[in-house]
């Protein structure tokens, strides 16, 4: 049914589900796993206390240590997956990365890290599935 997986995450609770739950397709459909986490570029810092590129540092650190519980979660249940941590605008990422590896579905958390900004500003998931051109499966 899918012929490749791909799951972002941002290292909230939902997107642990996500994992899980992409991890498990993965294995069942003997599919490509693909995993991606975003450092948003839209995150501003008062540059008079936080150095820019300390901040975007410790961000694409997160990001990773995030990509390294996803591939831990693969590996536990012997599927193997190749991880990315993108700079940029999330949705723009997820879609981006989608259409490279021309994943054959897109799994997501409900809610990301940033539940209040998403609400005012539309969520990640909410753009995604507003421009997708794939199945999206969303869990919570």
């Known amino acids: 049914m899918y012929d490749s997986i791909l799951v972002a995450t ?12 992409a991890v498990a397709l993965a294995e069942r459909f003997d599919a490509p796993l693909y995993g ?23 961000l694409e650190e997160r990001a990773a240590g995030r990509l390294e519980d996803l591939e831990a979660t693969a590996a536990a249940a012997d599927v193997t997956v190749e991880t990315a941590v993108r700079s940029g605008v999330p949705h723009e990422e997820i879609l981006e ?3 490279e590896r021309d ?13 209040f900004k998403g609400a005012l500003l539309g969520s990640t998931v909410d ?3 507003r ?3 794939r199945p999206v499966l969303i869990v919570g």
């Open 36 to 58: 991606i986490a975003v450092v948003d570029e839209r995150t501003e810092y008062d540059t008079g206390i936080v150095d820019p590129d300390e901040a975007r540092r410790h």
């Open 103 to 115: 994943a054959g579905a897109i799994v997501l958390g409900s809610r990301g890290r940033s539940s």
């Open 131 to 133: 421009t997708v051109d």
């Open 10 to 21: 941002d290292g909230s609770e939902a997107a642990a589900t996500a994992v899980d739950h």
């Open 97 to 99: 990365y989608a259409a």
């Open 127 to 129: 753009r995604v599935v």
